[in-house]
């Protein structure tokens, strides 16, 4: 069965610096898709961005990207230039062959002014 | 912006009652789904529906839970008979295509608490 850890359950930046929120999984498949969604507080779960496992080049989104390991399972986000918008519960997500997607527990990210 | 639409934002119910999570899905999407999240833990998926019947259910999804699409722009989820530890945040989605593909759009959440 597939799994998505996300290893770091906080995390706070300063506003302007760059962040980097952690995601690792596990599967047998080869052919999936990689998600991270955004959770602001009290509002519904917006998706950021999405990484398809045959492709290499990393996904980018204006100031999120993705650093994509496969072999690694690997799925980092990358958020640059930290807005007071970006707090928010961030969730990884796997969408393979069986047509749901697989959450992480999320990280709760802080922006200090 | 479209966007999925569910009421209540937050139900108190008693163990042992019935309660209807409704949810609005965005009109032209093919695809819907429950997933739902209790405190502190993992968003987990509970049943996915299209063409008006199931596609795919977790095991959480048990004989307590069904699903509907009862008029062509609702999309309910019922649980029979609550226990405490259905107590957790339930969330709608919809999505033109299947998940593992397409885009989820999610709608704010219905908050259960089961006394």
């Known amino acids: 069965a597939q799994t998505v850890t996300q290893s770091q359950p906080e995390m706070s930046v300063q506003e302007a610096e760059t962040v980097t929120l952690s995601c690792t999984y596990d599967?047998?498949?080869?052919?999936?898709?990689l998600f991270w969604y955004k959770q602001p507080p009290s509002r519904q779960m917006i998706l950021v961005i999405r990484?398809?496992?045959?492709?290499?080049q990393n996904a980018t989104e204006n100031r999120f990207s993705v650093n994509f390991q496969k072999a690694a399972k690997s799925f980092s986000l990358k958020i640059s230039d930290s807005q007071l918008g970006d707090a928010a519960m961030y969730f990884c997500a796997y969408g393979g062959s069986q047509g749901n997607l697989i959450f992480g527990k999320g990280t709760k990210l802080s922006v200090k002014p | 912006e479209p966007e999925v639409t569910q009421t209540p934002s937050h139900q108190v119910t008693q163990m042992g009652q019935e309660v209807i999570l409704r949810c609005v899905p965005i009109s032209n999407h093919l695809y819907f789904y429950w997933y739902r999240q209790i405190l502190g833990q993992k968003v987990e998926f509970l049943v996915s529906f299209y063409n008006n019947e199931i596609s795919e259910k977790s095991e959480i999804f048990d004989d307590q839970f069904s699903v509907e699409r009862p008029d062509g722009s609702n999309f309910t989820l019922k649980i029979r008979s609550t226990k405490l530890e259905d107590s957790a945040m339930y969330f709608c989605?919809?999505?033109?295509?299947?998940?593992?593909?397409?885009?989820?759009?999610f709608g704010e959440g219905s908050r259960l608490t089961v006394l």
């Open positions: 990484q398809e496992a045959y492709k290499q």
């Open positions: 599967t047998s498949e080869s052919d999936y898709y």
């Open positions: 989605a919809s999505s033109e295509w299947r998940t593992n593909t397409g885009e989820l759009f």
